[in-house]
């Protein structure tokens, strides 16, 4: 088979954009549903309910935190206990929405540093969903997301990022982050799984951790016209599990 190509910022962006314009047919929910769906899959397929039931799912405040909202309510579906933490919310309807709809599972939201502090204290929380940033990422780290980054990062939990590690170049891996101030404040978070979205980005090729592949609504059409080279899922499942460093 064909090497599984990674995409750019650009590209991937341009990808996005053609699958929700009128020839690639798609809505941003239906593309946020599947990629929270295979977020979700991912979190139990790796850690399962028994020992890390309690799932704290970090949502930033764009698409990617779309993408953690749905997460978290597929995680409750599956027995899990997920909590949220979004500190800024999206102002778009589709958040809302969403956010109602963990509501309606009953799952929790905090939205506070020392809420989010409390959640990382023993036995709170068994591991972490990243939906913090996304491809579209570009530095300096913002409040509240400087102290967080320390925060998740210190835990010491497991941490599973959607498509990059929160704080990572999406094309050249992890760097240095600094403030507005100019404070330092890591090279993102260390993931130590990874679920990549329609198809793995430039910046993860170090990766070395369990990395996953959630992009089972690509069209053959588009995967053709861009050169996806992307794996056979098994069965049904919306992820495949990549070899060590995708070296497909």
Not at 29 to 48: K, N, P, R, S
Not at 92 to 111: A, F, G, M
Not at 159 to 188: A, Q, R
Not at 226 to 245: C, H, K, R
């Amino acid at each position: 088979m064909s090497r599984l190509r990674y995409l750019t910022s650009k590209l991937a962006q341009e990808i996005d954009e053609e699958l929700m314009n009128p020839s690639g047919a798609f809505s941003l929910d239906q593309l946020m549903e599947l990629a929270g769906l295979a977020c979700a899959q991912t979190v139990a397929t790796v850690y399962g309910r028994e020992k890390y039931r309690k799932v704290l799912v970090c949502c930033g405040p764009g698409n990617q935190g779309g993408d953690g909202l749905v997460a978290a309510r597929h995680l409750a579906m599956f027995g899990y206990e997920p909590t949220v933490y979004m500190p800024k919310p999206g102002s778009k309807d589709i958040y809302k929405r969403l956010q109602q709809q963990c509501t309606n599972c009953t799952i929790p939201t905090i939205s506070s540093l020392d809420e989010l502090k409390q959640q990382l204290q023993p036995g709170k929380s068994d591991c972490i969903l990243d939906a913090i940033f996304g491809f579209s990422f570009k530095p300096p780290v913002r409040a509240p997301f400087d102290e967080v980054l320390p925060l998740l990062n210190n835990s010491k939990l497991p941490i599973v990022s959607v498509d990059i590690p929160s704080g990572w170049d999406v094309e050249k891996g992890p760097v240095e982050l600094k403030t507005n101030e100019g404070t330092s404040v890591g090279d993102g978070l260390n993931a130590e799984v990874l679920i990549s979205l329609t198809a793995p980005k430039e910046g993860v090729k170090s990766f070395k951790g369990r990395h996953f592949l959630g992009g089972r609504f690509v069209p053959k059409l588009l995967a053709e016209k861009y050169t996806l080279n992307l794996p056979d899922y098994p069965g049904f499942a919306q992820i495949v599990e990549l070899p060590s460093n995708s070296a497909l």
